[in-house]
């Protein structure tokens, strides 16, 4: 056939697909349904969409529907193709999710494809392989390992809950599983929740599979991705690690997927598409008949429950390998006199850790010198002009900085509202419990791990090497210092404010305290006893009881409970409109018509709308930020009915955005 009517879905907000014309130039392939290809699109040339249908064209026509045809810019090279698979999962997705086909396809393909480029260096290079960690399987080990060897035998899909607790040898298990699907013929997925954190888990898997393992991640050259996306396509690269966006490498013979830390939010992207990777994974996994495992200490809430009602198999690492979990010591800070955040024992353990020549983490889950700068005399605290939140104070450089909006003044010298020249600096950050440190330890070697710290690209992978070589003493920072790290000298980790958190109006709140404590708590006593000191105002909190205890079926119960009584997530499905727009009561306006609209439309007994109300931050950026929750299922017609909702709101209301999301995991 010479020539074809080629129907291509685009990566734009409209609904369907589009018709251009192919015509055979010399011997070149006439394209197939799966390919991906470049077409012109209004001004726009070279678009990137998705090849979903093609049939003859005997006549050669001019016109389609009354538009003028137009060509195909050109067809990409089979190594972009998308099989079955991917195909249907793109289908998946876009009636899931609620968007059109279309905007789900960037996912399959490197930004360049096609692109040429020399082969980079790895990230990880220079960080220190633990060669202390035994490889010889615990029986609880080998019994996961078994269970995975087991589904691969049979070719079928299953998914596996690994509750481990930390330092439990969660990644081992991984990496045998993958070995098996590897020298089985099979490929596999190992996706990891932020790159940059977790060098050394990339640096084990690469030197476990060698040049048949490669990243695949926004942080490598165009022509890299290329690279690693042609060669596993074409079966020389057998396992794909990398953030989210890894789950969409065209791996051949997709024989495993692992999805470590499945609990992490960045697993979820906040943009459109909003797709959760773990959820998708799931998909891809039983479409390939592959093995999903999901894997974690503090597992989603979500997670669990789904093992409880049997959809994923639980298997669990209770413990540690090498030793036990650490004691965890709650400090009262109702009782302390804590100078700068610091409370007396937690300066005396810090003091007694230095002298054994061991290693400090210390966690504060804010950035910056002081939170807030409060006037003494009137009260008033110094907002972002943007965004209606205190500014935090820094000292280098020295500035007021708004943590959202990126808006940064001066310090001021007098209170904008009486003048008064007496400010209370409210609070604390990582940059002053720094300070602090270096204060009281003059002699201690220390490094900061947080978002000013790690602008640069390659600079979290160089701190956290250089501590784990022993180059410093104490390792201060937020919730960086809390993931996958196995670091053997340390043997205190210090919380400054466990509670910090617990009373954001989000009904997540207390899930993501439990887990950013649990975790950090983890990197404590790895090979001999460890600490950790979790300074607290409410050291009667279930949840802070919970993660000192290491308490992870405790804290479902609870909060299952308080889920359950409120109808949210696991127990009921939760999709949010969100609405953003310059000026306060056009947004409001338009997000109670809305509001009224849902409850006529979808409102039931088995189903409630929520709102509309402010969102937790009601103002970023100068936008003004309004929610509507809609509790229970909705089918994928209702789906798209909402998206039809959205689009027809922005386009009739200038500098209004109204986004879509199914099973937001924040609501802020
Ligand atoms: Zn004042
Ligand atoms: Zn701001």
Excluded at 31 to 47: S, T
Excluded at 429 to 452: C, M, N, Q, W, Y
Excluded at 574 to 586: C, I, K, Q
Aim: glycine share 10%; with cysteine.
């Amino acid at each position: 056939m010479d020539r074809l009517l080629v129907d291509v879905v685009l990566p734009v907000p409209l609904p369907g697909a589009f018709t251009y014309r192919w015509t055979r130039v010399e011997d070149a392939a006439p394209p197939v349904v799966g390919d991906l290809v470049r077409a012109p699109f209004g001004r726009r040339r070279g678009i990137i969409g998705l090849v979903v249908d093609t049939r003859p064209d005997p006549d050669g026509a001019d016109t389609i529907d009354g538009y003028p045809l137009k060509d195909l810019d050109a067809v990409l090279p089979e190594a972009y193709r998308l099989d079955a698979h991917r195909q249907h999962l793109v289908g998946w997705m876009a009636g899931y999710y609620g968007v059109e086909s279309g905007e789900v396809v960037p996912l399959f393909h490197p930004p360049k494809p096609g692109t040429r480029g020399r082969r980079s260096r790895t990230v990880t290079a220079d960080f220190p392989l633990d060669d202390a960690i035994d490889i010889t399987l615990t029986d609880h080990q080998a019994a996961t390992v078994d269970a995975a060897h087991d589904l691969l035998d049979r070719g079928a899909y299953g998914s596996i809950l690994l509750h481990g607790v930390t330092g439990s040898g969660k990644t081992e298990v991984f990496l045998q599983v993958i070995r098996d699907a590897v020298d089985r013929g099979r490929g596999a997925i190992y996706l990891l929740p932020e790159i940059a954190l977790t060098p050394q888990t990339l640096a084990r898997i690469t030197a476990r599979f060698g040049d048949l393992a490669a990243a695949i991640h926004s942080g490598l050259s165009a022509g890299e991705r290329c690279r690693v996306h042609e060669a596993a396509a074409a079966g020389e690269i057998k396992v794909v690690v990398g953030p989210r966006s890894a789950l969409f490498a065209p791996v051949r013979d997709l024989g495993v997927i692992v999805v470590d830390e499945e609990h992490e939010s960045s697993y979820k992207q906040d943009e459109k598409p909003r797709y959760h990777a773990r959820d998708v994974a799931l998909v891809r996994g039983r479409q390939c008949e592959a093995v999903v495992l999901l894997g974690s200490a503090t597992p989603d809430l979500s997670s669990w429950y789904r093992a409880g009602e049997g959809r994923h198999q639980l298997l669990t690492l209770p413990d540690r390998q090498g030793g036990d979990l650490p004691a965890v010591e709650l400090v009262d800070l109702r009782g302390e006199t804590a100078q700068d955040g610091f409370s007396e024992p937690l300066i005396g353990a810090v003091d007694e850790t230095l002298a054994a020549g061991r290693q400090i983490i210390l966690y504060h889950n804010r950035r910056g010198f002081a939170r807030q700068l409060q006037c003494r005399d009137c009260g008033v605290v110094i907002q972002c002009p943007h965004c209606d939140i205190g500014l935090t104070w820094h000292l280098k450089p020295r500035r007021l900085l708004c943590h959202y909006c990126g808006f940064a003044r001066e310090v001021p010298h007098a209170c904008p509202d009486c003048q008064s020249p007496a400010f209370l600096p409210g609070g604390g950050g990582t940059e002053k419990s720094e300070l602090v440190l270096r204060a009281s330890f003059p002699e201690a070697r220390i490094l900061r791990l947080d978002h000013d710290t790690t602008r640069r690209r390659g600079s979290h992978g160089r701190i956290l090497a250089a501590f784990a070589r022993g180059e410093a003493d104490v390792l201060v920072g937020t919730q960086m210092v809390a993931k996958g790290h196995h670091f053997p000298g340390v043997s205190l980790v210090g919380v400054l404010a466990a509670d910090d958190g617990l009373s954001l109006p989000e009904y997540r709140a207390s899930e993501r305290v439990f887990q950013l404590l649990t975790q950090v708590a983890g990197r404590a006593g790895r090979t001999d006893a460890g600490r950790v000191l979790l300074q607290t105002w409410q050291p009667e909190h279930p949840v802070i009881l919970a993660a000192a205890d290491h308490d992870y079926r405790s804290f479902a119960q609870i909060e299952s409970a308080h889920r359950r009584a409120a109808g949210y997530p696991p127990f009921r499905r939760l999709a949010r409109l969100g609405l953003s727009g310059p000026r306060s009561d056009d947004t409001n306006h338009t997000a109670a018509q809305l509001a009224a609209a849902l409850e006529k439309e979808l409102a039931g007994p088995e189903r409630d709308i929520l709102g509309p109300a402010p969102a937790v931050f009601a103002r970023l950026q100068n936008r003004f930020r309004h929610q509507i929750l809609i509790k229970g299922d909705l089918s994928r017609a209702e789906k798209t009915w909402l998206a039809n909702c959205a689009r027809a709101l922005r386009d009739a209301h200038r500098g209004l955005d109204v986004s879509l999301d199914i099973d937001p995991v924040g609501l802020y």
